[in-house]
């Protein structure tokens, strides 16, 4: 059974940088999707399972970094120059066909970046 559980938010003032994680029960693609009040859920970035191939949405380049530890089946989403529009609850999703279909979904975790 495909788990996920995602950790790290939390306030930081707009400048800052936080680093969340997304614990798996297993070897997936991995995606971090944000959804803001009353906005829709939108990508940040995806991994691949073995880590080589990564995405990342235009807002994320350049401030966001995405890796993993296959050791420890983890997926970090390290978040630099944090933006008060970046508020938002963060999700990891999960591939585990490898068939670009998010099947999985964990709870979220809420990032509030402050002015």
């Known amino acids: 059974q495909v788990q996920l559980v995602e950790s790290g938010g939390g306030l930081v003032q707009a400048g800052g940088s936080l680093r969340l994680s997304c614990a798996a029960s297993g070897r997936y693609n991995i995606g971090w999707f944000r959804q803001a009040p009353g906005k829709e859920r939108e990508f940040v970035a995806a991994?691949?399972?073995?880590?080589?191939?990564?995405n990342y949405a235009d807002s994320a380049k350049g401030r966001f970094t995405i890796s993993r530890d296959n050791a420890k089946n983890t997926v970090h989403l390290q978040m630099n120059n944090l933006k008060p529009e970046d508020t938002a609850v963060y999700y990891c999703?999960?591939?585990?066909?490898?068939?670009?279909?998010?099947?999985?979904w964990g709870l979220g975790t809420q990032v509030t970046v402050s002015s």
């Open positions: 991994i691949g399972w073995r880590g080589v191939n990564t």
């Open positions: 999703a999960a591939d585990p066909n490898r068939r670009a279909t998010w099947s999985h």
